[in-house]
C-alpha cells in the first residue's frame, strides 16, 4: 500500500544545476498533481496533469517542467535552479469516484537550493 | 490565482480544549476538503463534504459544509497532544479533475 511514492526525500543543489524530482503513483489514478509549499504560503500548484498525455499550467509554473511518463508516473524537472526554488516539494495524485475528487500526497522532497 | 482564507493562522491551546477553524470564499465550491499535515509528511485527508449543509465527523473531528457553499468549518474536541500539526482546507469549483483550491492553512499546537 505505497501510495504515492516521491523520490529523492532530501536534495540540495547549486545555483544553475539542474535535476529531476521524481512521483509515482500505485493506485490507478488519472490525474497527479506537483505542489511547492513554502512557510506562510500554504500549497501553491505548479503543474497538473488531468490524464496521461495532458499537463497544464498551476499557479506557480515558472522555471519548471513536467513530464507525464505514464498513468503511474509525473516528473517536476528543474532545469537550472535557482535560491527562490528552495522549498518543500508534493506530489498528489486522484481519481474521479462520482463527483469525489480526494487528493493523496506523497511524503514531500525538500529542496535547498545554495 | 484563486485563495481560500483560512483562519486563524495558528493557535496555541491546552490539551483537552476545543478547537475551531474556518475557510471562506468569495466563490461557490461544490466539494471541500480538510486535510492535516504532520511534521514532515505529506497532507493526509481527514474529512470530505460534498453537500451544501452537509455535516461529518470523523472521531473527534467534525466538519461542515456551509449553507451559502462559501464556507466550512471543522472543530476538534477535546484536543490531545497527537492533534500538532497544520491544517488545510481545500475546494474545488466543479466536480471534475479540476484542481483543489487550498487555504494558507491552520497550525495547531497543543500544550500538555
Known amino acids: 500500500n505505497a501510495g504515492v511514492t516521491q523520490t529523492p526525500k532530501f536534495q540540495v543543489l547549486k545555483t544553475g544545476q539542474s535535476m529531476t524530482l521524481q512521483c509515482a503513483q500505485d493506485m490507478n489514478h488519472n490525474s497527479m498533481y506537483w505542489y511547492r509549499q513554502d512557510p506562510g504560503m500554504g500549497l501553491r500548484l505548479i503543474y497538473y496533469?488531468?490524464?496521461?498525455?495532458?499537463?497544464d499550467k498551476g499557479e506557480v509554473p515558472n522555471g519548471y517542467n513536467v513530464s507525464r511518463l505514464n498513468k503511474r508516473e509525473f516528473s517536476l524537472r528543474l532545469e537550472s535552479a535557482a535560491p527562490s526554488q528552495t522549498s518543500v516539494y508534493f506530489c498528489a495524485s486522484s481519481t474521479l469516484a462520482g463527483a469525489k475528487n480526494i487528493q493523496y500526497f506523497g511524503a514531500g522532497t525538500r529542496l535547498s537550493v545554495l | 490565482g484563486q485563495q481560500l482564507n483560512q483562519s486563524p493562522q495558528s493557535m496555541f491551546i491546552q490539551e483537552g480544549e476545543d478547537v475551531s477553524m474556518n475557510c471562506t470564499s468569495s466563490s461557490i465550491f461544490n466539494t471541500w476538503l480538510w486535510y492535516k499535515q504532520d511534521p514532515g509528511e505529506g497532507p493526509v485527508l481527514l474529512i470530505a463534504l460534498y453537500k451544501a449543509g452537509e455535516l461529518t465527523s470523523n472521531g473527534r473531528l467534525t466538519a461542515q459544509f456551509g449553507i451559502t457553499r462559501k464556507d466550512s468549518f471543522l472543530n476538534i474536541s477535546a484536543s490531545i497532544p497527537s492533534d500538532v500539526g497544520i491544517y488545510f482546507c481545500a475546494g474545488q469549483h466543479i466536480a471534475g479533475n479540476t484542481p483543489l483550491v487550498f487555504g494558507k492553512g491552520t497550525r495547531l499546537s497543543v500544550i500538555a
Open positions: 496533469s488531468a490524464s496521461e498525455g495532458t499537463t
